[in-house]
């Protein structure tokens, strides 16, 4: 009996099977746009809060503004005691350097606990690995103290200098997984060849862990790029607000705060995000499903 409903499914026409499934195929797609719809309204409404007047902001919900109306970008990039534009170019250079740093310092620190062997390698994993579970908060005021006597508050130094110092451990853990999935063979090969440890680094592993490298470099930019309790804690003059403190200083709990420079300005500050993404989103992908080795 069992072998006969099994063929008669398999002779049962694939139309009859795709007629079946089709209603409950557009209900799921149905649920899935609203949800994405839903998700996406607070993005899209403020894009068009950017365009409206003053006066119609918080007057309507409406996706569609009565009247276009781009004075806000205009008032927004210059309105303040510092052009934006310097707010961009800090949070660029911060955000790039951070990059740098970070996929710099943790490849080579991931490369170190994933190929090389050394006397307490486990145990120096398993202490980066306890880092995780550290609340920043923690080391909040230890770090203050350190780079208050250092004089280097006020500067961007205590956002960059620590990502050279390989501080991000959940970077090297990705990179360290993703290397040890590359045949080991390779490197004795080089080795018989005469490469230095250096040389394997550079020549061979590097090119085949571009996708977790993308990974780190992305996950690396958006974070600096929006975060704003660092540049709060370190950063006074107005001269080096990157543009979350920059964006702080459109709302003013003791008078008016120019809402329409605000969400233009936050519509600008997500097109650096969304290009950088874009470009490496195949890399990214990648890197995350760890496939790097089936390209």
């Known amino acids: 009996m ?19 499934s089709l209603p409950g195929s557009l209900i799921v797609h149905a649920l899935l746009i609203a949800a994405s719809l839903l998700m996406v309204y607070p993005l899209l409404w403020m894009v068009s809060a950017s365009v409206r007047p003053e006066t119609e902001i918080f007057s309507s919900t409406s ?44 490849s080579l620190t991931a490369f170190a606990f994933a190929r090389l062997r050394f006397a307490g390698r486990n145990f120096w994993f ?7 579970m550290i609340p920043y908060h923690v080391t909040l005021i230890p770090q203050y103290v350190l780079f ?14 620590p990502k050279f110092l390989a501080s991000d451990a959940f970077f090297i853990f990705l990179m360290v997984q993703f290397f040890r999935g590359i045949p080991r063979e390779l490197d004795e090969a080089a080795m018989m060849d005469g490469c230095s440890a250096w040389r394997i680094y550079w020549k061979i592993m590097l090119p085949l862990s571009l ?44 008078s008016a705060s120019d809402w329409g420079g605000l969400f233009a300005m936050s519509t600008l500050t997500l097109v650096p995000v969304f290009f950088f993404f874009l470009f490496f989103q195949r890399l990214l992908i990648e890197g995350i499903a760890t496939t790097g080795m089936k390209r």
Do not use: H
């Open 2 to 20: 069992t072998e006969m409903t099994a063929s008669v499914t398999a002779a049962r026409p694939p139309s009859d099977i795709t007629k079946r």
């Open 63 to 106: 996706l569609i503004p009565s009247s276009i109306d781009f004075s806000s970008y205009a008032r927004g990039w210059v309105g303040l005691d510092v052009s934006f534009g310097r707010f961009f170019w800090n949070s660029l250079v911060i955000s790039l350097l951070v990059v740098t740093g970070n996929v710099i310092a943790c």
């Open 126 to 132: 398993a202490i980066m690995l306890g880092t995780l």
């Open 148 to 161: 208050l006597n250092l004089g280097w508050v006020n500067t961007i130094l205590p956002l960059v200098v």
């Open 211 to 254: 996708p977790v490298l993308a990974t780190a470099a992305i996950f690396s930019f958006i974070w600096t790029w929006d975060d704003f309790f660092g540049p709060l804690i370190y950063l006074n003059d107005m001269n080096t607000y990157t543009i979350q403190l920059g964006l702080r200083t459109f709302v003013d709990s003791t």
